[in-house]
């Protein structure tokens, strides 16, 4: 069965530098999003993309915050300068076409900023 | 904007008895998904069920099955037969259909334990 695939599962890094969040979407999907979820809270949209742009983002995903497509299979989340409260398990998730309902969701990846 | 509330933060279910989570949304959109996912340790999303607002009929997925009150603005999941395997939190979504690619909003969740 298709499915999202994230990686790296887990990172660790230092407060000010950059990190590349990695996913493969389901292939024949046209819809990617990136949403964050900090430990013991709610699931956050961060950003959705459609056609190579941002169709939508929310107020979390900042100047600091950029995502990309650049081969047509990858889909990445890059935070240029990470911050102590960017620790979170952000999840990918992808979406069939206009007339498809849900969004399929990689298993994350746990980012903890030190 | 589109709002979701779980007001059970918590839940607990004796393992083949049958329980019930709630949630309730809010939109001014007529046409519109509304989805159950599952969420175990290992903190995947898992889709468990979905309904599509213009169906008047309650979907059911094997011992999954929701209930739907449109106009109240409700939608209910309901668990038979629990199992062990069922102990996770639940969150309640909803994703307008009206704007292409428009985001999935979450409630807060409700953290179910299945007691042996």
Redesign the interface.
Known sequence: EPEVTQTPSHQVTQMGQEVILRCVPISNHL?F?W?R?ILGQ????LV???NNEI??K?EIFDDQFSVERPDGSNFTLKIRSTKLEDSA?Y?C?S?GG?NT????????S?LTVL | AQTVTQSQPEMSVQEAETVTLSCTYDTSESDYYLFWYKQPPSRQMILVIRQEAYKQQNATENRFSVNFQKAAKSFSLKISDSQLGDAAMYFCAYRGRETSGSRLTFGEGTQLTVNP
């Open positions: 819809y999003y949403y979820q709610k699931v956050e949209f959705s993309f459609y169709s939508e929310s398990m999840f998730a979406r206009p309902g849900e969004l399929f969701f990689g298993e994350g746990r």
